[in-house]
């Protein structure tokens, strides 16, 4: 077992939950409108639904790494170039994310836990997210990929609801802080550009 990439994939995942993003935007507007418990029901939620896209991404990959190591090889280049693509997108983003509590209804716990799977399942670009983000970082030769997959993809879960957890908490805080300190948004805006970036070459020069 390579130790190292499962725990370089655990800082790129935690780098990764706290950059702006719709899901932090949304986990921050309930915990200040609806209060702590709401934004942990819609952490929640959006975390149980990686659950889906993980089995979908690990049998399907599975099977192309078993059969051709020039599909696995198509894999990795497009996961590289997704994540590029994805850091491109960042680099022409606002970096500093709207929060207002005028825009955010309040709806009950299992209403916003429902909300956030079902919005998590139905993004299919967080499937095509971890087709390109978890080949990379198979860390080991004698457990199937697709143990290996699950493993990264609760893994992931566990970091990202960590992470949102603590924004929930801290939402307040957070947000005042956003609002006050406009520099920090930029920080994390070139954070994750340089995480998607880095993850792409790993990728790139990763053995199957």
Do not use: R
């Not at 990959?61 to 997108?89: P, Q, R, T």
């Amino acid at each position: 077992m390579q130790l190292d990439v499962l725990i370089s994939f655990i800082l790129a995942t935690a780098t990764l939950a706290v950059a702006p993003g719709p899901d932090i935007v949304y986990v921050l507007m309930q915990s200040i409108t609806n209060g702590k418990s709401f934004g942990i029901a819609t952490a929640l939620g959006l975390v149980t639904g990686c659950l889906v896209h993980t089995t979908l991404v690990a049998f399907g990959v599975s099977a192309i790494i078993k059969a051709s190591d020039a599909l696995f090889f198509i894999i990795k280049l497009f996961g590289a170039f997704y994540l590029l693509y994805l850091a491109y997108n960042v680099f022409k983003s606002d970096a500093n994310a709207i929060l207002s509590k005028d825009s955010v209804p309040q709806k009950s716990w299992l209403q916003l836990f429902k909300q956030g799977f079902i919005m998590n399942v139905l993004n299919p670009k967080v499937s095509i997210f971890f087709l390109a983000f978890f080949p990379g970082f198979l860390f080991s030769t004698t457990l199937s990929t697709v143990k290996q997959f699950y493993i990264l993809g609760f893994v992931f879960m566990a970091v990202s609801f960590l992470v949102f957890l603590i924004l929930a908490v801290l939402a307040g805080t957070i947000s005042k802080y956003i609002t006050q300190h406009k520099g920090v948004g930029q920080f994390l805006k070139w954070m994750q550009i340089i995480v998607f970036t880095g993850i792409a070459i790993f990728i790139l020069f990763s053995e199957k």
